[in-house]
């Protein structure tokens, strides 16, 4: 498509559940990023994927955090046991590789609500 | 530990005066650093950037400044104009790592 997809826009959870939150890159970029955004804080990094592997997951909060990338294209964030403090948004970013820096994308994001 | 801050969170400025962003960063191995501008429910979208070697990169009514020494940066607008009402968040990384550390941003506001 014509730019970073993700869905859905917006999710309600009950503490507790498993979510999946999507990206669809821009077609073409090999490097995909997951940051998120809490309440007045800046993004915070999660992960990034150079095709399916994950050379980077520094970022990712706890054991409940896990992503996945099939045919250096979709992404899916999983969240299980979701808690309080999981609400933000989270915002999906692709380039195309070796302009990782410069070659950003964001997608519009997913805002994540648990309740 | 936030290695890269905005110590601003909001500014407002009257349309067609310049627009002064301020940024601080920490870690003195980043060497790259970007604006980004935010519009409610859409993601942040890429302004300009500067490497580590220059001390000033233009692009029409943006400016980034680039003080090393003071680990400083700061965008310049001018003119400002309605359109540039957003949150901007500074951003810093580091030659060869693809990850961008992020500010907690300013939201400007342009005053018609």
């Known amino acids: 498509g014509a730019g970073v997809s993700q869905s859905p826009s917006n999710k309600v959870t009950e503490k507790g559940k498993d979510v999946e939150l999507r990206c669809d890159p821009i077609?073409?970029?090999?490097?995909l990023y997951w940051y998120r955004q809490s309440l007045g804080q800046g993004l915070e990094f999660l992960i990034y994927?150079?095709?399916?592997?994950?050379?980077?997951k520094s970022g990712l909060p706890s054991d409940r955090f896990s992503a996945e990338r099939t045919g250096g294209s979709v992404s899916t964030l999983t969240i299980q046991r979701t808690q309080q403090e999981d609400s933000a948004v989270y915002l999906c970013?692709?380039?195309?590789?070796?302009?990782?820096?410069?070659?950003?994308?964001f997608g519009s994001g997913t805002r994540l609500t648990v309740v | 530990d936030q290695q890269v801050k905005q110590n601003s969170p909001s500014l407002s400025v009257q349309e067609g005066r310049i627009s002064i962003l301020n940024c601080d960063y920490t870690n003195s191995m980043f060497d790259y650093f970007l604006w980004y501008k935010k519009y409610p429910a859409e993601g942040p979208t890429f302004l300009i950037s500067i490497s580590s070697i220059k001390d000033k990169n233009e692009d029409g009514r943006f400016t980034v400044f680039l003080n090393k020494s003071a680990k400083h940066l700061s965008l310049h607008i001018v003119p400002s104009q309605p359109g540039d009402s957003a949150v901007y968040f500074c951003?810093?990384?580091?030659?060869?790592?693809?990850?961008?550390?992020f500010g907690t941003g300013t939201r400007l506001t342009i005053i018609p």
């Open positions: 077609s073409g970029h090999t490097a």
């Open positions: 951003a810093a990384s580091r030659f060869g790592n693809e990850k961008l550390t």
């Open positions: 970013a692709s380039s195309v590789s070796g302009q990782g820096t410069l070659g950003y994308t």
């Open positions: 994927f150079q095709g399916n592997s994950a050379p980077d």
